[in-house]
């Protein structure tokens, strides 16, 4: 509001006040130009978190999102889906899987903490206690890993 | 996080990125200054004045930010005329030439390469000389410390680094970090975790914060 107070003095005559004007234009600028940043920044670690975490956060990390970027994670994610769907034949290919080569199909897999039941493809459950080791197939669990419920053990 | 994270890197040469956290806090660095013409009613932004319809006099010298000044600095000069700080003039560019290696580039300034570079912006009369030496002078400086960032960053493993880092602006420690973490990436390799998959960084940070969380 200053700034336009000296706006309509200057315009009627004292152009002594140009730089004032100026001046605070630099600062709102600045201004718009970190929190521009800051929101920027906020919006790249949330990409991040899909690819390293998942589809679904834990509810401790949306408390701390605006909803704008919760839409925003939904929309990325939508998009993710639907370019993934897109490459690869007609299932699709999940991007999200083996981001490291992997070199067998089952892997040794040890519990960190309690996470309940846990189905395979052949319908046999597993129940995940921690310090109980199992020998799983890859793809099942390497979401799992990743969010560090279960450790890969190398023997 | 470190896997899939990737922030806005600092702008090269003269321009600066807008939304780079690094040039943000680059251009936070203050230069020293002097008002080419009364400033009204500036003197208690600046720290001055008591009262709120003093002003400036004409010729006293500010510290003023380089977002500041670049916004300021116009082409007919009327408002703000920046001078050099002392790290970019001749007495430092022989101290330089002598040995680049010596000088402790993070307490001068921690953005000496990024800084210097921004300076080449603002017209000063005596600038094309300044250009051609600066450019000159800081290649040299950073060919002559590169030798060494790049030898103690390859072989300094699982070892405590400060001691050499504390020495080096932001520039310089970035490059170290890159070394640094492709020596470790080759350890790894060579260990054969490589094909191990791991915890997300973030997901173990998350583990840990969440835990003062629930206390505090």
Redesign the interface.
């Known amino acids: 509001e200053r700034n336009q107070a000296d706006v309509s003095e200057a315009k009627s005559g004292r152009t002594d006040l140009i730089f004032l004007i100026r001046f605070r234009h630099c600062c709102l600028l600045r201004n718009q130009r970190c929190l521009l940043a800051y929101l920027y920044d906020r919006l790249l670690r949330i990409r991040a978190l899909r690819w390293e975490y998942g589809s679904v956060l834990p509810s401790a990390i949306q408390f701390h999102m605006s909803a704008e970027e919760v839409e925003w994670f939904n929309r990325y994610k939508k998009s993710l889906a639907t370019y993934m769907r897109s490459v690869g034949g007609e299932e699709g290919l999940d991007l999200t899987q083996d981001i490291k080569p992997p070199k067998s199909l089952y892997i040794e897999v040890r519990c960190l903490r309690d996470h309940g039941e846990f189905e395979i493809d052949d319908g046999t459950t597993i129940l995940l206690k921690k310090n109980s080791q199992h020998f799983l197939p890859r793809w099942k669990c390497e979401q799992l890993i990743r969010q560090g419920v279960l450790e890969h053990v190398l023997s | 996080?470190s896997?899939?994270?990737?922030?806005?890197g600092p702008g090269l040469g003269m321009e600066e990125n807008?939304?780079?956290?690094d040039d943000?806090l680059m251009s936070q660095e203050k230069l020293p200054g002097r008002a080419e013409?009364?400033?009204?009613?500036?003197a208690v932004?600046l720290g001055q004045g008591a009262g709120s319809a003093e002003s400036v006099p004409e010729g006293s010298k500010l510290e003023i930010p380089l977002?500041?000044a670049k916004?300021?600095h116009d082409s007919k000069r009327?408002?703000i005329s920046v001078e050099l700080p002392k790290i970019y003039r001749e007495a430092w560019r022989t101290v330089f030439s002598a040995d680049a290696n010596v000088v402790d580039l993070h307490k001068m300034g921690p953005y000496y390469y990024g800084f210097g570079s921004q300076l080449l912006n603002f017209e000063n009369p005596e600038n094309p000389e300044i250009a051609q030496t600066d450019s000159v002078c800081f290649l040299q400086t950073f060919i002559a410390r590169f030798r060494r960032i790049m030898d103690s960053s390859q072989n300094a493993y699982n070892e405590d680094t400060s001691a050499l880092v504390a020495r080096l602006d932001e520039l310089e420690r970035a490059l170290f970090q890159v070394g640094q973490k492709g020596l470790n990436d080759f350890q790894c390799w060579e260990k054969?975790?490589?094909?191990?998959?791991?915890?997300?960084s973030?997901?173990?940070n998350?583990?840990k914060r969440?835990l003062t969380?629930v206390d505090g």
């Open positions: 996080m896997d899939s994270y990737f922030p806005v807008f939304l780079s956290l943000i013409s009364a400033l009204p009613r500036l932004l977002w500041l916004g300021l009327r408002i054969g975790q490589a094909s191990q998959i791991t915890a997300s973030l997901v173990q998350y583990g969440k969380e």
